[in-house]
């Protein structure tokens, strides 16, 4: 059964890069059909899309955070990650990675667990 | 990308319908029929409910079903029950692989 857990800092400072790392495992990322994306939900708020990566590498990005955001992967590790720069307060929030299954339900059909972000000093 | 619009708030007594909409522009939600719709328990990750507008995967009941007019997608969950209290999120894909969420609707079940 496919998983995904993410991983990474729970505390970045201000103006700092906010780095995080999904591990996909029971399944490999290089499957055909499947995207994996980066999902964020700040305290109370809805759920806001970041971007989505595919195992070859394509990249697709909201365009309000195009500008900070990076996406990569990492096949031979399973794993694919997000950084976002300039971080402020704003970007507080639970970052959920998911799979976004393309092909046959075109909907992120698995989510990890998530991890809550601060920004602060 | 705007966020969709979805309603704060719904609510509906056990074995009533309720039904969420979920507004977007004819860039998204009029233009495609990748609409999903997600169960949110407090501290949870979402839920995958409905997918490509009105289909369902497997485990989720039938009680749940979606559909679509021109740019509002809906939500309507069929005898309620005290379990379905949650917070509902739709989605629309919206062209040239970009996504987008709607703000989300708390339902109460009274």
């Known amino acids: 059964q496919l998983q995904l857990q993410e991983s990474g800092p729970g505390l970045v400072k201000p103006s700092e890069t906010l780095s995080l790392t999904c591990t996909v495992s029971g399944g490999s990322i290089g499957s055909s059909g499947y995207f994996w994306g980066w999902i964020r939900q700040p305290p109370e708020k809805g759920l806001e899309w970041i971007g989505n990566?595919?195992?070859?590498?394509?990249?697709y990005c909201s365009s309000s955070l195009k500008s900070r955001v990076t996406i990569s992967v990492d096949t031979s590790q399973n794993q694919f990650s997000v950084k976002l720069s300039s971080v402020t307060a704003a970007d507080t929030a639970v970052y959920y990675c998911a799979r976004l299954n393309w092909g046959s339900v075109e909907a992120f059909d698995i989510w990890g667990r998530g991890t809550m972000v601060t920004v602060s000093s | 990308q705007s966020a969709l619009t979805q309603p704060r708030s719904v609510s509906g007594s056990p074995g009533q319908s309720v039904t969420i909409s979920c507004t977007g522009t004819?860039?998204?939600?009029?233009?495609?029929?990748?609409v999903s719709w997600y169960q949110q328990h407090p501290g949870k990750a979402p839920k995958l409910m409905i997918f490509d507008v009105s289909r369902r995967p497997s485990g989720v009941p039938d009680r749940f079903s979606g559909s679509k007019s021109g740019n509002t997608a809906s939500l309507t969950i069929s005898g309620l029950q005290a379990e379905d209290e949650a917070n509902y999120y739709c989605c629309s894909y919206a062209g040239s692989n970009t996504w987008v969420f709607g703000g989300g609707t708390k339902l109460t079940v009274l």
């Open positions: 990566i595919y195992y070859s590498g394509s990249t």
């Open positions: 004819n860039s998204d939600v009029g233009n495609y029929n990748y």
